[in-house]
């Protein structure tokens, strides 16, 4: 039965070794809510300026982690990262076993299906993590904990993705962690969707989204962007792309730590290194 996120408790988080990840899955049942082409954004980056990542894994092993009540999330993952690696293995891992009974049907060489959580009870160090929708349903107090839990289990160049998306995947927004810390936080969104860009605040991953308020790093890149935007006005006249690189390249000029550029701009993203926005102690 789903119910709200318990605490996930320190024994639970700290005291896992190899031979514990056989017990009690780390995490709880949660909502599962989910929709095809969810994720297409951040696949997208995936499949982009990440995919380096995949193709010089040795062990080309990615998870889907909490792919929710259907699967389709993950056979989609495993579909868009064949394109990059033809020898990708995707593995959906969801806490409750009823939701991998009934993916267990598309398996196939590739993509499997197992019941676990945070621990991550696969064989080998995978490449690539991915939790969208799911440490939103958890305590702010949680997440360094559970990052560190996933980030112990990656391989050397290994990337894990905490994300969270509306419910068709028009507003996103990912933090990416290495092995030892966070990278960047992300933002895309669908032109068309939103007045303002600080509107996709409601969709910061649980790490950020009670810090959204004044005197908070990442309230102040929402506060920069709206300006932005604003100041784009002018350029709107030649379509929301344009005006949204126009935003972008002011946040590079205004000393933002922007990762990327204008191939990535254009399609409604921004990446921003995290210690421009990482909470205050």
């Not at 049907?105 to 490449?127: A, C, D, K, M, T």
Request: aromatic letters at 6%.
């Amino acid at each position: 039965m789903v119910q709200k996120a318990e605490r996930v408790t320190a024994p639970q988080i700290t005291g896992r070794n190899a031979a514990g990840r056989q017990g009690r899955p780390v995490g709880n049942v949660t909502r599962g809510t989910t929709n095809p082409n969810r994720m297409r954004r951040l696949d997208r980056w995936l499949t982009g300026p990440q995919a380096w990542r995949l193709r010089s894994a040795a062990d080309p092993l990615v998870v889907d982690l909490g792919y929710g009540a259907t699967p389709a999330t993950a056979v989609e993952l495993y579909e868009r990262l064949s394109a990059v690696r033809s020898d990708v293995r995707v593995c959906g891992i969801e806490i409750e076993p009823e939701r991998v009974r009934a993916a267990l049907p598309l398996q196939r060489p590739g993509l499997s299906f197992l019941v676990g959580g945070f621990e991550l009870p696969v064989p080998g160090r995978p490449v690539l993590v991915r939790a969208f929708n799911v440490l939103r349903q958890y305590e702010e107090a949680d997440v360094a904990g559970i990052w560190r839990l996933v980030q112990d289990r990656l391989s050397a160049d290994g990337l894990f993705i905490d994300g969270t998306c509306d419910e068709i995947g028009r507003r996103v927004t990912w933090v990416a962690l290495d092995r030892s810390r966070p990278l960047s936080l992300s933002v895309s969104v669908r032109f068309g969707s939103f007045e303002l860009p600080s509107e996709v605040a409601e969709r910061l991953p649980k790490a950020l989204i009670h810090r959204n308020v004044p005197g908070e790093p990442v309230h102040a890149l929402m506060q920069a962007m709206d300006r932005a935007w604003l100041e784009s006005a002018p350029l709107a006249s030649f379509g929301n792309r344009q005006r949204w690189q126009a935003m972008c390249r002011a946040l590079r000029d205004a000393g933002w730590p922007v990762q990327d550029g204008p191939a990535r701009w254009r399609l409604g993203e921004l990446t921003v290194g995290w210690e421009a926005v990482a909470p205050l102690a």
